[in-house]
């Protein structure tokens, strides 16, 4: 006898769009069978009863064979609206990506900032600039006394005076030694005259000795007369080569105390300049924001912070770029600058210097935007955001987050071609944009991208595209 599961199965294997009429005689057959089956070990029965249990099996087949003819028009108009509501994809196409931009965290710098120590040691004795006071470059900010550098002057220059005057006693010396050195030569010229006297003397009286007109005893005073001027002539040369080693020895002298004397004056500076530094004064123009000073405190030389000024007039926004972006951040790239707490429109401005170096710790680069601050809208220290517009540097693409399909193996989209079919690419992604992300590799920008795919796609599968509107129609009818 036949089943409903039968019919199901007669149901699934004809094919969608044949005639039915052969699915009576089908059915017939299968009863036959069937009944041949369970009456087997009953053979014995009449012909009656045989003929009649097939009128009874043939009008049951018949029955099923009709119902079956009549539903199956309907299960087929639901199996092609099935299929052709999974054929219908929409699509979306790639947009290249020319700028994208990032928000980061900004701090406000003041334009240039000192902080003011003591350079001498002592008591502060008066402070003259309070706290938010507005400040010219050399104003007397506070005053310090220094007793022991006023002593260390005092000797200093003592110490320089008695130093000079050694020089101008060691240049009088050589004075005098020149003059020794002169007399030293004029007795030398004379010894020598002298002896020359003596020498022509002696020959006279060789001469006269010859010829018997005076004595030999003469002849030997002459001769001893010209040895004693011989004697004189060479103690005047070593005289004179004496003065003359004096003479160079007293100019070593005055180059030595001269050197000295300056030495000391430079000491002597030195305590004076350091006796400036007793007037602490403002280095710059700007707006003290830190003083510590008070009258009485004992101050140590480059210890205690007395001031911190800063020059408001101009503001730096400095910002840490991540590496990511740091080779698209360059002088003029625009910025937009927001404080969070504020309502009025961001300000507009752009990249002005960066530090062309990644830090290895933190692995960001330094960047700075100079913003005039006349008006003193901004403040040193405030947090600010800066929403900059970075060009990319190499051709991307950014597609909607929609057409994305997140595989065990990674991101992947649904492609259809030229010839309505699905192919799947595997793609990297690059930064979120929100509802749409920048792909960086897998696309080429000319592909038709099917949007929410489902896991059934895969490669091959023929496709009809479709835009969303009709899609949406389709299911509002079924």
Known sequence: MSTASDQALIESKTPLGRSTTRVP?????????ELARQNAPRRSLGKVGWGAGIVVLSGMALAAGVEAWRSEPAASAAVESHRAAAKAVTISRPTPATNSSVTLPATFRPWQ????HARVSGYLTAWHRDLGASVKAGELLAEIQTPELDQEVAEGEALASEAAAAAVQSRVERIEAEAELKVATAQLARVQAEYELAKSQLARRDKLVQSRSISQEELDTYQRQLQARAAEVAAAQSDVARRHTNLETRAAIIAAREATAKSRQSNVDRLKELQAFKRIAAPFDGVITARTAEVGMLVTAGKERLFVIEDLSKIRVQLSVPQTYAMQTRPGVAASIKLPESHTPPVQGEITRVAESVDAASRTMLAEIELDNSGSRFQPGSYAQVTLAAPHLHSTWTIPSNTISMRANGP??????????????????????????????????DEQLVVNP?????????????????????????
């Open 25 to 33: 005689a089908l059915v017939e057959r299968r009863a036959r069978r």
């Open 113 to 116: 900032a000192a902080t003011l």
């Open 454 to 478: 489902s896991d059934e796609l895969k490669t091959g599968v023929s496709v009809e595209v479709a835009h969303a509107a009709g899609v949406a129609r389709k299911f509002a009818e079924r």
């Open 412 to 445: 992947h989209v649904a492609l259809v071609n030229h010839q309505g079919q699905v192919e799947i690419n595997r793609i990297t992604l690059g930064r979120d944009l929100g509802d749409r992300v920048i792909v960086v590799e897998g696309i080429h920008g």
